[in-house]
């Protein structure tokens, strides 16, 4: 089944016709302006525009409604939200999982199927090389938020950028719960639970000081796996490798307001405590009230 070139997105020999169609049409309609984060110009827009109705109509004739969870559209989208290449390697194997077993309503090895899978990872791809450029300014704040800007979704992805858990939003994407499921996208990419940067109880502000030192840990344990080097005889999970550097770089275990309960009950004084971590009185007063660390 060799695939036929339509401009830049590959369609392929046996997709449905009116998928055909509507992938032409949008990538006719994609002008360079559309990009994943214009708003003006927002390439979502147009895979809504174009190819929600016949994908859905396409999946529905091969008896396959309910293989997408959704519009196409919101599904790729969430997947390009947590990195393209876990979607897209999810979507170009797609077919694969299914030639192997006699779906419902659809005789295994169905080429239409699996040309329109192959159509719609072409798309995605596509749709994954409309990232708006970012400039990278002169001043120092500039850059910053360049970094930042490419930093909405962790490269250790999905795990916490601080340690060996996952995310919250990978948490909430294996969620039973569809309704949670649904709602992932809202989640954290960067942090997990206990290192939720909007909650001030969570160990957040604690361990973030030790942020570069634990992924360099990370990439030095990595090596010693690579190598076949002590403590490494198995080729262990990433979250395994995480959670010995962590414990590696010597993270504290307590927070600030565990030292500050301890202290009073050395029968330090309030004073002296909001000297010793550099706060105020009422600072101090408030913690111990309110229980904010």
């Not at 275990?253 to 309960?261: C, H, K, L, N, S």
Request: charged residues 30%; hydrophobic residues 35%.
């Amino acid at each position: 089944m060799a695939p036929k070139r339509k401009n830049q997105i590959v369609v392929w020999d046996s997709c449905p016709e009116a998928v055909r169609e509507a992938v032409v049409a949008f990538e006719q309609a994609c002008t360079p302006s559309y990009t994943m984060a214009s708003r003006r110009y927002s390439i979502w827009r147009k895979v809504r525009e174009y190819l929600d109705v016949p994908v859905a109509q396409a999946l529905d004739a091969l008896g396959q409604a309910e293989l997408l969870d959704g519009p196409f559209s919101r599904w790729l989208e969430m997947g390009l939200e947590r990195g393209e290449r876990k979607r897209l390697w999810r979507l170009s194997t797609q077919h694969r999982d299914m030639v192997h077993s006699a779906l419902p309503k659809q005789p295994p090895h169905d080429p239409r199927l699996t040309a329109l899978l192959e159509t719609l990872y072409e798309v995605g791809v596509f749709v994954s090389l409309r990232r708006a450029s970012k400039s990278v300014g002169v001043k120092p704040e500039k850059a910053a938020e360049v970094v930042n800007h490419g930093r909405k979704v962790s490269p250790d992805y999905p795990f916490c950028e601080l340690c060996w858990r996952e995310t919250m939003r990978a948490v909430a994407e294996a969620s039973e719960d569809d309704e949670r499921r649904g709602s992932a996208w809202k989640f954290s990419g960067r942090f997990c639970a206990a290192h939720n940067p909007s909650d001030p109880t969570s160990r957040y502000r604690v361990d973030h000081r030790y942020r570069q030192r634990f992924l360099d840990e990370v990439e030095r344990q990595w090596a010693l796996v690579k190598g076949k080097e002590a403590p490494w005889e198995e080729v262990p999970d990433g979250a395994a490798v995480r959670k010995r550097a962590f414990d590696s770089v010597r993270v504290p275990g307590g927070t600030r307001a565990d030292e500050m309960r301890e202290m009073t009950k050395q029968g330090t004084s309030r004073r002296e405590i909001a000297e010793r971590f550099g706060v105020s009185r009422q600072a101090v007063y408030k913690i111990f009230i309110n229980k904010i660390l």
